[in-house]
T-cell receptor
Framework: NAGVTQTPKFQVLKTGQSMTLQCAQD?????MSWYRQDPGMGLRLIHY???????DQGEVPNGYNVSRSTTEDFPLRLLSAAPSQTSVYFC????????????FGPGTRLTVL | QQPVQSPQAVILREGEDAVINCSSS?????VHWYRQKHGEAPVFLMI?????EQKGHDKISASFNEKKQQSSLYLTASQLSYSGTYFC????????????FGAGTILRVKS
């Protein structure tokens, strides 16, 4: 059981480039989420999904797209990278229902120059 | 709206106790607590639900005051391994998945 996996671990982009952060889970969880973490700001929700084909915006969705074609995968796309998107990105999954504790992936550290 | 955590930081000696608080301006269905060590992902500690149910690690205790939308995490007889940043996350909806996290409380336990 790998849990939640994320690739890449580190990435450097130039302003204006696009890229996709990959996230996969093997726990058959319905719920998946993307967070960004900046110093002193805690974890902020970017986008989330409650099942395959269903996604919705979180607190800070601008500049990011998501899709959920399978239960296992939830990629995050940066459309045109900006220095303000320099952050650590965490993907998380959880089961549906009341006890929906989040299982986090190891994170992707992204730097936009 | 982001829940407010207090204190922002606390330093303890091994064996001492600490309380971390989390307060929201919205009515809540659930409160989550996580601990994050430097350079690592957050790890689940406890979840408390409206109505009194809760689930978490045996050595961690917490409370949830539904009327005040406040939760507290109690760390007793602290150990060096308790050091890290503690986050609360709140969700207003049952069967929701829209957690909003506080800014975190940095806990350092010294020997």
């Amino acid at each position: 059981n790998a849990g939640v996996t994320q690739t890449p671990k580190f990435q450097v982009l130039k302003t204006g480039q696009s890229m996709t952060l990959q996230c996969a889970q093997d726990m058959n969880h319905e719920y998946m989420s993307w967070y960004r973490q900046d110093p002193g700001m805690g974890l902020r929700l970017i986008h989330y999904s409650v099942g395959a084909g269903i996604t919705d915006q979180g607190e800070v969705p601008n500049g990011y797209n998501v899709s959920r074609s399978t239960t296992e995968d939830f990629p995050l796309r940066l459309l045109s990278a900006a220095p303000s998107q320099t952050s650590v990105y965490f993907c998380a999954s959880s089961s549906s229902g009341g006890y929906n504790e989040q299982f986090f992936g190891p994170g992707t550290r992204l730097t936009v120059l | 709206q982001q829940p407010v955590q207090s204190p922002q930081a606390v330093i303890l000696r091994e064996g001492e106790d600490a309380v971390i608080n989390c307060s929201s301006s919205k009515a809540l269905y659930s409160v989550h607590w996580y601990r994050q060590k430097h350079g690592e992902a957050p790890v689940f500690l406890m979840i408390l639900l409206k109505g009194g149910e809760q689930k978490g690690h045996d050595k961690i205790s917490a409370s949830f005051n539904e009327k005040k939308q406040q939760s507290s995490l109690y760390l007793t007889a602290s150990q060096l391994s308790y050091s890290g940043t503690y986050f609360c996350g709140t969700d207003p909806m049952e069967y929701g998945n829209k957690l909003v996290f506080g800014a975190g409380t940095i806990l350092r336990v010294k020997s």
